[in-house]
C-alpha cells in the first residue's frame, strides 16, 4: 500500500529474542528505528514477507519475550529491505523503517496488560494484529504517559 496511509491497526511485533541470534534484538531495532525479522518465519512465509503484513501507518508493539511490550512504534512506508545488523549469525534478515518511537524506562509486562484489561498477549508469533480495543487503549496510554516529560516543582 505504497503512499497512502493505511486504516490504524495495531499488531504485536515479537523482536526474537529467545533465540541465540536475537539477543538484544529490541535495543538494536530501537537504536535504527526500525523491525526486523530473519531467517523462515514458517508461519508467515519468510522475514520478508511477515514484515509486508503491517500497512505504513500501522502501529507496533514491540515486545521482548519474558519482559513485555519494550516499545510503540508507526510503520513507514515503503518494503522490507535486506538487512544485516539486527540478527548476527541470521540469515535473510530484511528490516522496516519506524518513526515515532515511544519506550518507557520500564517494559509493560503481559501481566500487568491482563491484570488491567482481562486480554493475554498472543506473545509467542513475530507478528500478530491486536483487536482488544482495551488492551491498545492501555498499552497506548502507558507509553503515552511516558514520553511526557516529568514536570517537577522546584523554587523560585
Given amino acids: ?3 497512502k496511509k493505511a486504516k490504524s491497526t495495531y499488531w504485536l511485533f515479537n523482536t526474537d529474542e529467545t533465540e541465540p ?3 538484544g ?3 538494536r531495532m530501537i537504536d535504527q528505528s526500525c523491525i526486523a525479522a530473519w531467517g523462515d518465519c514458517i508461519r508467515h512465509g519468510g522475514a520478508k514477507r511477515t514484515l509486508e503484513q503491517i500497512e505504513f501507518g500501522n502501529t ?4 521482548r519475550a519474558g519482559h513485555g511490550i519494550v516499545a510503540v512504534a508507526d510503520v513507514l512506508d515503503g518494503p522490507p529491505i535486506p ?3 539486527i540478527f548476527p549469525g541470521g540469515d535473510r534478515e530484511f528490516k522496516r523503517p519506524i518513526c515515532n518511537l515511544r519506550k518507557s524506562s520500564k517494559p509493560l509486562s503481559c501481566a500487568a496488560i491482563r491484570d488491567a ?3 493475554d498477549l498472543p506473545g509467542r508469533h513475530i507478528v500478530c494484529r491486536i483487536h482488544n480495543v ?3 487503549k492501555h498499552i497506548l496510554q502507558y507509553f503515552n504517559a511516558a514520553k511526557q516529560p516529568s514536570r517537577r516543582k522546584g523554587r523560585k
Fill in 21 to 23: 541470534e536475537g539477543k
Fill in 60 to 63: 507496533v508493539f514491540l515486545f
Fill in 1 to 3: 500500500m505504497a503512499g
Fill in 134 to 136: 482495551s488492551a491498545v
Fill in 117 to 119: 484489561t482481562g486480554y
Fill in 25 to 27: 534484538a529490541h535495543q
Fill in 83 to 85: 538487512s544485516k545488523t
